[in-house]
């Protein structure tokens, strides 16, 4: 049976693969290890292997198992990549190093607040609903331009790059290249986006962070 640890060097193959292929710099693209649904005993030999930069979904879920990872590993970069509710903005704050879902002026503004309090100064994505998918969180492409500028001059976050997850059934390279172009003309720098079944392609696209979990962990029980 595979390991974590031996998927874990597979998927930095791949990545310094990627980056080869598409002519980005080695090491360019970060790895952002997605957690989720995953114990801190199967999180532990993937830091042990040396990952340090890892994603979570829910805020409730990270605060139960990174507080102990924490005091056991030096440098450990936290990111949430899931939807954020405004009353879990001062524990978001707390236990995240990174917000990738930055996605109405409410979040942002209770984000501002608590980074205030707490003397801190998360970088943070706004997430893009590139498919326009109603059930889907994030900012229409349309909207976006107007959004950064308020979440960085009238709120004052410290907006860093756009997120997108593409259409489930949709070829993804459209959604990366939607993505890309909106963040060039807002200036921004750092593209989040592509996953387990598509990181490659994102990196083809410009990807500055891939959010990799089920290649990693394995698959994930949700029961
Ligand atoms: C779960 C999740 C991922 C990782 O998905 P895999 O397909 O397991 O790689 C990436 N991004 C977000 C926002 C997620 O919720």
Redesign the pocket.
């Known amino acids: 049976m595979t390991s974590a640890t031996d998927r874990l060097e597979k998927v930095k193959a791949d990545l310094r693969g990627a980056e080869a292929e598409f002519n980005r710099d080695d090491e360019s693209v970060e790895l ?1 290890a ?1 957690s ?1 649904t995953f114990e801190a005993d199967d999180i532990r030999p993937v830091l042990l292997a040396g990952q340090r930069i890892f ?1 979570e ?1 829910r805020v409730q879920e990270a605060m139960g198992k990174w507080p102990g990872l924490r005091q056991a590993f030096d440098e450990i970069e936290l990111h949430l ?2 939807p954020l509710q405004s009353n879990k903005a001062k524990e978001a704050v707390a236990t995240f190093d990174v917000i ?2 930055v996605d109405r002026p409410k979040i942002a503004k209770a984000l501002k607040a608590e980074m205030d309090r707490q003397s801190r100064n998360l970088p943070c994505f706004i997430q893009v609903n590139t498919g326009e998918e109603p059930q889907k969180a994030g900012i229409a492409p349309k909207d976006v331009d107007a959004f950064v500028k308020e979440c960085s001059e009238v709120v004052g976050l410290n907006i860093v790059g756009l ?1 997108c ?1 593409p259409p489930v059934e949709e070829a993804p390279g459209e959604h990366f290249a939607l993505l890309e172009k909106i963040a060039k003309r807002n200036g921004l720098g750092l593209l989040s986006m592509g ?3 598509d ?1 490659p392609i994102a990196v083809a696209f410009g990807a500055t962070h891939v ?7 394995g698959a ?1 029980d949700y029961t």
């Open positions: 952002i997605v989720k994603g979904n990549i899931g990738h879902t997120m997850i996953m387990s079944s990181y959010r990799v979990g089920s290649a990693i962990f994930r």
